[in-house]
């Protein structure tokens, strides 16, 4: 199994709504991302997870949560989001942790609309 | 402080034809180079790695990329498109911050 799979595909919420994100890989990665993406743009870091632990934060705001429950598994909860946080949300995982010749594994994203 | 760039936005060719996607880098150290694809509505799926050796850097699909150290530069090539190439392209590049710096993409479209 070489896949990151991302649930849901497609996801809208209204700005007070919450909701989360999914993420899951069983190829024994240690290392997992979340990356936003706006349309026809580079993805941008948000969080680094590297043997479960938080350690990397690209000063997300706190109205993005992300959890790591165990090293298969990534989530990210939502609340309280704005418009502009309308886009492709995107998983990574990488093999043993973050190193810089890894290569990252993505799974296909969420599509997020905030209305 | 690293960046990569891609002068354009966007390549057209013909199908059969040779492409080549552009990319230049700028690091204060070694770089590693990667270059991504990714296709509508898909996540990004990795084409190729530079990390040391060899310049000429063979991937998936056919692809291949050069590292050129005097030229800053690491371009995309295909001897021979197909429309099924037709797709987004990312170059990246890390080089000691362990942070991987994307380029805005280009836009490869094969033209049957």
């Known amino acids: 199994d070489t896949e990151v799979t991302q649930t849901p595909k497609h996801l809208v919420m209204g700005m007070t709504n919450k909701k989360s994100l999914k993420c899951e890989q069983h190829?024994?990665?240690?290392?997992m991302y979340w990356y936003k993406q706006k349309a026809k743009k580079p993805p941008e870091l948000m969080f680094v997870?590297?043997?479960?632990?938080?350690?990397i934060n690209e000063s997300v705001p706190s109205r993005f949560s992300p959890e790591c429950p165990n090293s298969s598994l990534l989530n990210l909860h939502l609340h309280a989001l704005q418009p502009e946080d309308s886009a492709l949300y995107l998983c990574?995982?990488?093999?043993?942790?973050?190193?810089?010749?890894?290569?990252?594994?993505f799974g296909s994203g969420t599509q997020l609309s905030v209305l | 402080a690293q960046s990569v760039a891609q002068p354009e936005d966007q390549v057209n060719v013909a199908e059969g034809n040779p492409l080549t996607v552009k990319c230049t880098y700028s690091?204060?150290?070694?770089?590693?180079l990667f270059w991504y694809v990714q296709y509508p509505n898909r996540g990004l799926q990795f084409l190729l790695k530079?990390?040391?050796?060899?310049?000429l850097v063979k991937g998936s699909y056919g692809f291949e990329a050069e590292f050129n150290k005097s030229q800053t530069s690491f371009h995309l090539k295909k001897p021979s498109a197909l429309v099924s190439d037709s797709a987004l392209y990312f170059c990246?590049?890390?080089?000691?911050?362990?942070?991987?710096?994307f380029g805005k993409g280009t836009k490869l479209s094969v033209i049957p």
């Open positions: 990574a995982s990488s093999h043993i942790g973050w190193g810089g010749d890894e290569k990252l594994f």
């Open positions: 190829m024994g990665h240690r290392a």
């Open positions: 997870y590297s043997y479960e632990k938080l350690s």
């Open positions: 690091v204060s150290g070694n770089p590693y």
């Open positions: 530079y990390i040391t050796g060899d310049n």
């Open positions: 990246a590049v890390e080089a000691g911050s362990y942070q991987l710096t």
